[in-house]
């Protein structure tokens, strides 16, 4: 066993099916911490629990939630710590984005995206950060994105729920100063994951070549919330690019949001207006 720095600590990643949740998942198991993995796709969170028992001996349980459920994140604290499973780290990572046209596009494509990405990450800290306080000691990861930085068109909707979670993360952290427990935001920068297919973003050529790898997102993250960082952008490139914003005039913010986008991303589908009754 390589590392069992977290050996004796239970961390619950939510989506953990894919992309950078299924990566700290490994991490966090190669560090010796007994894991719960949630998302809605059941057969593939009981796939990585398999191979992470047999790789690392730890205890892993698999627990299936749709997050876009308001009655989900209660669901999750009465299966762990209502039951007597203590969660010792949150690891809200489960989020999605819709690029398209905001004033077309139907609103029950929207709401899961306030629902999962603010309402249950602030919901599951509201139940879980408690207990934590309680014992002495604690870990929350928020995983945001650099559209939390930027106003992005097309992206408004995913991008603010970002930019909720960077604010709430580095609030959070500071009121909990004297508890033992600590927040951390992770905001990615463009990273090889399903999320784009899910989101309508078709990557340009260029961009891919700026892409940065599941595993290098999430080894990143975890190395950063175990040295009690508050906020990280992942990657220099993308932290040097938010930390320059500070230069630059907030009114030009989205148009700097919309051309950068546009140099990455094929454009967002614009769908027709609806007809005008009445
Ligand atoms: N990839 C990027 O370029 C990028 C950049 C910045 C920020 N991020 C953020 O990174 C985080 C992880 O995304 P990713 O890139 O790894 O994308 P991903 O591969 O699409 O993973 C998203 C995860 O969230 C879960 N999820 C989505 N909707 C859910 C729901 N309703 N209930 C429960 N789980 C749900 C998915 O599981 P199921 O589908 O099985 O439910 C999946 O495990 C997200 O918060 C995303 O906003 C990604």
Not at 123 to 128: G, K, Q, S, V
Not at 162 to 172: G, R, V
């Amino acid at each position: 066993m390589a590392n069992e720095r977290l050996a004796g600590q239970r961390a619950l990643v939510t989506g953990a099916s894919s992309g950078i949740g299924r990566e700290i998942a490994k991490i966090l198991a190669g560090h010796g911490a007994d894991l719960v993995l949630v998302a809605r796709r059941e057969e593939r969170l009981r796939e990585l629990a398999d191979e992470l028992r047999a790789a690392h001996g730890i205890e892993v349980r698999v627990e299936a939630a749709d997050l876009s459920r308001p009655e989900a994140p209660a669901a999750l604290f009465a299966a762990t710590e209502g039951a007597g499973v203590a969660i010792d780290i949150l690891i809200n990572n489960a989020g999605l984005g819709v690029y398209e046209d905001f004033a077309w596009v139907e609103w029950e494509r929207w709401a899961p995206v306030i629902q999962v990405n603010v309402t249950a990450v602030t919901e599951l800290c509201h139940r879980f950060v408690p207990r934590m306080v309680t014992r002495g000691r604690g870990r929350v990861m928020n995983v945001g994105s650099i559209s939390a930085f930027l106003p992005t068109p097309n992206f408004a909707v995913y991008g603010s729920t970002k930019a909720y979670l960077l604010t709430f993360s580095e609030a959070l952290d500071y009121e909990l100063r004297r508890t033992g427990v600590r927040v951390i935001g992770v905001h990615p920068g463009g990273t090889w994951t399903e999320f784009m297919d899910h989101a309508n973003q078709k990557m340009k050529p260029m961009a891919r070549m700026a892409m940065m790898s599941a595993e290098r997102c999430a080894a990143i993250a975890v190395k950063k919330m175990l040295r009690g960082r508050r906020t990280v952008v992942t990657g220099f490139w993308n932290a040097l690019g938010m930390w320059l914003l500070r230069f630059v005039p907030r009114a030009l913010y989205p148009r700097l949001a919309g051309i950068s986008m546009g140099m990455a991303v094929e454009k967002a589908s614009v769908a027709a207006p609806p007809a005008a009754s009445g």
